[in-house]
């Protein structure tokens, strides 16, 4: 009889919805310019009335969008977010609303990496990112002591030796 596969428990920092609104408000401010600049073009140039219509709707949801996506999506993809790694498996369940349940085996493993770019820097977090030979993975937002522990315990596990550069 097979055992049954226990989900994850490990969560990701709390950091992470700090890192993820920053990202979004980033990436939403520059699409609310664009949009606005396509609004003072078109004002400006006389363009057609029904495309300056399409520029107000396109900016109205987009606004609604950013509203989402900066203070909602990032905590409950924080809340929702686990991670997990035993002797035989490395599992993954992530989402809000459509969840994803990955289940590596440790024996498919074949890199494990750190990453850390310039905003889980300036809040001392890295992404960690399991390869296999068709896929790779990641867990988002981990603090660095945890995630470095995660990573020689999961290289350990699936017989990977770290090479020194």
């Known amino acids: 009889m097979l055992d049954a596969i226990q989900s994850p428990e490990g969560r990701i920092s709390e950091k992470a919805v700090k890192v993820w609104r920053l990202a979004n408000l980033i990436t939403e401010t520059i699409i609310l310019l ?13 363009w057609w009335h029904w495309l300056v219509v399409t520029f107000w709707v396109i900016g109205g949801i987009s606004v609604a969008s950013a509203v989402y996506s900066i ?13 997990g790694a035993d002797e035989e498996f490395v599992k993954l ?19 494990v ?15 960690l990112e399991i390869e296999t030979m068709g896929s790779s993975h990641s ?13 020689n315990r999961i290289a ?10």
Do not use: C
């Open 34 to 46: 664009v949009i606005a600049a396509l609004l003072a073009a078109g004002t400006f140039y006389d």
């Open 71 to 83: 203070l909602i999506e990032p905590a409950l993809k924080q809340r929702y977010w686990r991670y």
């Open 93 to 111: 369940r992530s989402g809000i609303w459509e969840v994803s349940e990955q289940t590596i085996p440790m024996t498919k493993v074949q890199v």
């Open 113 to 127: 990496n750190l990453k850390q770019g310039p905003l889980l820097r300036r809040y001392g977090l890295y992404s």
């Open 139 to 151: 867990i988002p937002a981990l603090p660095e002591d945890e995630a470095r522990e995660l990573r």
């Open 156 to 165: 350990h596990l699936a017989k990977i030796r770290e090479e020194e550069d």
